[in-house]
């Protein structure tokens, strides 16, 4: 089991800068935490947040959040030689996709602890299979991604597709993808 760790004055590094990624950054700057991110589109710093290459982030943060789809491009872009970069006292959290991590190279960091733990809300392949390694791990916290299931989750969700098509259908798209 993980001991307890303390956030306040930690350095969280956010992947990605959406919505999501820039909620996580409310609650962690009222932790008084440190904010990195890295992005795929250059920004200056501002509010306390410092943008910065992913290379920086991982090497450098004490938590590194991952809040960005998978793509081509971002498929096991969390590979052996990103995570060796990591700190051994370094947590990493996935709520966005699994293929992002090598799910097999992650396994092996955190029997090895290359890093101390791990959060995983998705997996690579869901569900695990009863006899995943990574539910014997007890530096790993895996939860079963359901948290759309609720009924106002899915009337919201219902609602952003409407406004998405409404918004498509007048010429003025919104929540695109680039």
Request: proline fraction near 5%.
């Amino acid at each position: 089991m993980v001991n307890h760790v303390e956030l306040n004055g930690k350095t969280l590094g956010v992947v990605g800068f959406g919505h999501i990624g820039q909620a996580i950054i409310k609650v962690a700057q009222a932790m008084q935490m440190k904010i990195l991110v890295a992005t795929r589109t250059p920004r200056d710093d501002r509010d306390g947040i410092h943008f910065t290459t992913q290379a920086e982030l991982f090497a450098t943060s004490d938590v590194v959040s991952l809040n960005l789809p998978l793509t081509e491009a971002t498929h096991h872009m969390v590979n052996e030689r990103l995570l060796k970069t990591m700190k051994p006292t370094a947590f990493l959290i996935n709520t966005a996709r699994g293929g992002l991590i090598d799910q097999d190279v992650l396994i092996t960091a955190l029997q090895q602890h290359e890093i101390a733990g791990a959060g995983l809300d998705v997996q690579e392949v869901e569900p695990l299979p009863d006899d995943s390694p990574l539910f014997q791990l007890p530096n790993v916290i895996v939860t079963p991604h359901i948290g759309w299931r609720g009924l106002e989750t899915r009337q919201r969700l219902l609602q952003i597709i409407n406004d998405n098509v409404t918004a498509f259908l007048d010429g003025k798209p919104i929540n695109r993808v680039i």
